[in-house]
Structure formats: structure tokens, C-alpha cells
């Protein structure tokens, strides 16, 4: 057992729970529907509750383990599961009223590509549906506390597979071609990183030969041999596990399955694909980057993430403003927006200077935590659109709504402004600290391309708001038809505008959370 390492199950439970009732819904809400909402519900809601407890003992200096230490939980792996843990509630709650639209499953066809409207399709997809949402979070939940390098592998994979059915889930053309390509890309991207994965383990194993304790498996013991891996060997297995996690995180070239499987996934999907998918796949990355990174021959390395990070940002940026579509809009933005995750990353092994190590890492993963609310907030918000207008979702097609949903308009304008670094929300905070970062390393043109593209991103977020939402009202649905949304939808957008705001209000609030995460990711004591 390793200093302030503590044995519990926590970790065990809140990954074996969805997962059993993954297994149970489908037959519970084929005998009786509700069973599927409610079950979904539950076991977003136990993810919740029991993620607070794990991310208290982090937050405390405590190290989780459980199986003996092929589960652990520290700062960064704890504030992961809780991100997923509220964004997977926010969107179960929000799916009850959603899932259920009779346009939206008017879209489901069968394998031919008929009608199978009036057929028992929509009771079977729904029971589907809500199994695969449980096996998603689950799989999500695994990835970011196992400590074994193949299990990590294995765990991001599940994901795809799982979140793949899911993208897949109106069974038509697009939705169709649009889990294919996500699958097939990811598929082939992922397995670079199970071959990072295990040239990491052999080349550690037999520096590990006679340790007690130790074992070559546990991402937590692997920083103590990294130095004595050989070199060229490290840059190979760095190169497979750059371009394997970082096909998982969207990070661009790597990113072309992201934006149709966003925009063809059913909102509260698109809301976990792009809140917190990218994200695990993003910590998955960080989390193998960082045996290396703070050694100063993988500096080079470093300065490689941030070259693709700001490649990444500029290009999501630039094309999220060429978009007619919400959710494709969307989901470029969310590629523009894990540039500045993996910015951070790249921030910490950049050099010796251990304030701008601390810098880069802490806004890093600030942004993490504020994109995940933000752009969860913002694929809520959309759904709310395509709901009450029967499935519109381009600019064009869609005027004045605010005055019939002033709360969604709201709830997406707080949102786009804080993806945006606008104060006083809290996406301000995260990129002014990446922006402190860059200027403390003296990489001052990564610090211009990322002000830049949160420039871009402001511009591209106003046109839309104001073409969606205050432009001339023409929308092509009548007047009695469009209103606000339910109150289960409403709910988790307003909670999450809240956490927008008052984590932007007072940012100190989640120092206790971040704090061990970068400690952590640098190294620092």
C-alpha cells in the first residue's frame, strides 16, 4: 500500500451499478415503459452520489484504490467521474420528455430502410436506448479509474461501442452513415493505442523485475521507471497514444467522425459524447502523457501537443463558423475547445518553470470542467429547439424564438458566452489561466492563437444566437406549436446555467477539486 492510499469500494460500486442496470433495463422496460426513464435516472443519480464522497477523500489527499490497486482514484481521476456522474443526470433527466417526441421516432426505419412507424419499434428502441445510456456511463466511469494500461484500453474502447449504438439509435440514413464512420475511425484510431499501451508494459516490465509491489500494469508505478525506458522507444509509444486517445478526444487531424455522430446522436447523446466522452478520452491522454512529459528529453514531445493543440483550436474554430447546422456548429466547437484542454497538457512538460507547469495544468483541466458544463448546456439547449419545432435545427430555418423559449434562450446564451471566456462566466477564468500559462512559457504564438480562436468562437456563437433567437420570427412552425419546453428539460439546463454562473462568479470554489488534479499531472509536491 502506498502513502495516503486507502482501500474502498466506492470505485467498484459506482462502475458495477450502471452496468447491472444495463442489463436489467432492457427486459424491465419492454414488460413496463416507464421502468426505462426511471432506471436511467437512477443510475446517473447513484454515479452522482457516490462520486461526491470519492471526490471529497481526493480533494482531501486521500488515493483510492480497490481489486488491491487495479482500481484508483486520485485528484484528476475523481474529478472526471464526478464531470461525468452530473452531466450523465442533467442529460437522463433531461431525456425523459425528450426521448418520447413522435417526430424524432417517426425517423426510425428497419434494416430495408421502411416505415416501421405503428410497429412495437419505438417500445423496443426506447428500452435500448436507456440500457445503452447505463452501459455508457459505466464504461465511461471505468475508463477514469482503472490504474491497469490495458484495462484503460479496453474501458475507452467499450465507450465507442456502446456510444456508437447510441449515435446510431434513429436507424436512418444519416444517423446510420454517421455510427459508422464513428465507429470504424475510432475503431482504427483506438487500436494505436492499445499498441502504445502494450509496448508501454513491455518496455517497463523488465525495469520493474524484483520490486515488490510494483507492477509493470499499474498506470500509478509506471513515472518510476519512464526515465529508464529508452528513448526512442518512448517516442514511439508516445506517437501511438497521441494519435490513438487523441482520435478518441476529437483532437484534429483526428477528428473527422465528431461532428456528424454529434449532430446525428439524439440531444441528451450529443450532450454526453461532447460534455464528457472527449473528455475521458482527453484524461485517458493526459493521463499516459504525464509518465512522460515531466522529464525534460520529452519536452520536444510537449511542445508537439501544443503545435497540434492550437492546430486543433484554429481549425474547429474556423469551421464552427462555416456551419448552417446547431449541432454540427456544436460539435466543431468542441473540437476547437479540447485544443485548449490538451494545451494545458502540453503546458505542463513544456519546461522547468513550475508556475507556468501549474498554470497550464490548472486551466487545463478548469477548462475541461467548464466545457463540460457549457457545451452539455448548449446541446440541451438545442434539443430544446428541435423539440418544440418538430426537428428543425438549421440557422436558416429557424427565427425570433426567444419570445416563445425566453428560458432556453437564456440557458444558450450563458452558455455561449462562457465557451466563449467571456466574464463573468467561468469559462473567463479557465482560458485566462491557459492564456497566463503560454505568456509565463513565452509561447506567445500559441497565446495568440488561442485568444483568437476564443475570438472566432465568440463571433460564430452571436451570429447564431441572433439569427436563431432574435432575428425576424418566420420559423416554419405555427404560433400555438411554439413554446417553451418541458419542466424536465428545463431543470437540468437552468441547474447547469447556474453552475456556469456561479463557478464564474466565484472561480475559488472548485480550487479544492483542481488543485490535486494538476499536482498529479506535473509531478508537483
Known amino acids: 500500500m502506498y ?28 414488460l413496463f415503459r416507464p421502468f426505462g426513464p426511471a432506471l436511467n435516472i437512477l443510475g446517473a443519480s447513484v454515479a452522482t452520489a457516490l462520486a461526491i464522497p470519492i471526490a471529497m477523500q481526493a480533494a482531501g489527499g486521500q488515493v483510492l484504490v480497490g481489486l488491491g490497486r487495479e482500481f484508483r482514484a486520485d485528484g484528476l481521476s475523481a474529478l472526471l467521474v464526478l464531470v461525468i456522474s452530473v452531466v450523465s443526470l442533467a442529460a437522463a433527466i433531461y431525456g425523459v420528455p425528450y426521448m418520447r417526441l413522435r417526430p424524432l421516432l417517426e425517423r426510425v426505419r428497419d434494416a430495408a430502410g421502411r416505415d416501421v412507424t405503428g410497429r412495437d ?12 445510456s447505463q452501459a455508457f456511463l459505466s464504461t465511461m466511469l471505468w475508463a477514469c479509474l482503472t490504474n491497469n494500461i490495458v484495462m484503460l484500453y479496453v474501458a475507452v474502447e467499450a465507450s465507442t461501442i456502446a456510444s456508437g449504438l447510441l449515435v446510431a439509435f434513429y436507424w436512418d440514413r444519416r444517423s446510420l452513415e454517421a455510427a459508422y464512420k464513428y465507429l470504424m475511425l475510432l475503431t482504427v484510431g483506438i487500436a494505436f493505442a492499445l499498441v502504445g499501451c502494450v509496448l508501454l508494459y513491455a518496455s517497463a516490465a523488465p525495469h520493474m523485475a524484483g520490486q515488490a509491489g510494483v507492477r509493470a500494469m499499474l498506470i500509478s508505478d509506471l513515472p518510476g521507471v519512464a526515465a529508464q525506458i529508452p528513448h526512442g522507444i518512448a517516442l514511439v509509444i508516445l506517437s501511438f497514444l497521441i494519435v490513438g486517445f487523441g482520435t478518441k478526444a476529437g483532437i484534429a487531424p483526428f477528428h473527422p467522425w465528431l461532428p456528424d455522430a454529434h449532430a446525428e446522436a439524439p440531444s441528451p447523446v450529443s450532450a454526453l459524447l461532447s ?12 493521463r499516459v502523457l504525464s509518465i512522460f512529459l515531466p522529464l525534460a528529453a520529452y519536452h520536444p514531445v510537449a511542445m508537439f501537443v501544443i503545435v497540434l493543440s492550437a492546430f486543433t483550436m484554429l481549425l474547429g474554430g474556423v469551421m464552427c463558423l462555416a456551419q448552417d447546422d446547431l449541432k454540427r456548429m456544436l460539435a466543431y466547437s468542441s473540437v476547437s475547445q479540447i485544443g485548449y484542454i490538451t494545451m494545458g497538457a502540453g503546458l505542463i512538460g513544456i519546461g522547468f518553470d513550475q508556475t507556468a507547469r501549474y498554470l497550464g495544468g490548472y486551466g487545463g483541466l478548469f477548462h475541461l470542467l467548464n466545457h463540460a458544463l457549457s457545451k452539455g448546456l448548449l446541446f440541451l439547449a438545442v434539443g430544446a429547439i428541435i423539440y418544440k419545432t418538430s426537428g428543425l435545427r438549421r440557422m436558416s430555418e429557424l427565427r425570433g424564438i426567444a419570445r416563445r423559449m425566453p428560458v432556453t434562450a437564456v440557458c444558450f446564451f450563458v452558455a455561449a458566452f462562457a465557451i466563449s471566456g467571456m466574464p463573468p462566466f467561468n469559462g473567463f477564468w479557465s482560458k485566462l489561466t491557459l492564456y497566463l500559462a503560454a505568456a509565463r ?25 441572433y439569427l436563431v ?6 420559423t416554419e412552425v405555427g404560433e400555438d406549436e411554439l413554446a417553451e419546453a418541458p419542466a424536465a428539460m428545463l431543470i437540468p439546463m437552468g441547474v447547469l446555467a447556474a453552475l456556469c454562473v456561479v463557478i464564474g462568479l466565484f472561480p475559488q470554489i472548485v480550487y479544492p477539486l483542481l488543485d490535486p488534479a494538476v499536482k498529479v499531472l506535473a509531478r508537483i509536491h
Not at 4 to 30: F, G, K
Not at 469 to 474: C, G, L, M, P, R
Open 3 to 30: 502513502e495516503n492510499e486507502v482501500q474502498s469500494l466506492l470505485l467498484i460500486v459506482i462502475c458495477v451499478i450502471p452496468a447491472a442496470l444495463a442489463v436489467i433495463t432492457y427486459p424491465l422496460a419492454r
Open 121 to 132: 419499434v419505438t417500445g423496443r428502441r426506447l428500452a435500448t436506448f436507456y440500457a445503452l
Open 275 to 286: 460534455g464528457v466522452m472527449i473528455k475521458m478520452a482527453a484524461y485517458a491522454l493526459v
Open 441 to 465: 512559457a513565452e509561447l506567445w504564438w500559441a497565446l495568440g492563437i488561442a485568444i483568437g480562436t476564443s475570438l472566432l468562437t465568440l463571433l460564430a456563437f452571436v451570429r447564431a444566437g
Open 469 to 474: 433567437f432574435w432575428s425576424d420570427a418566420d
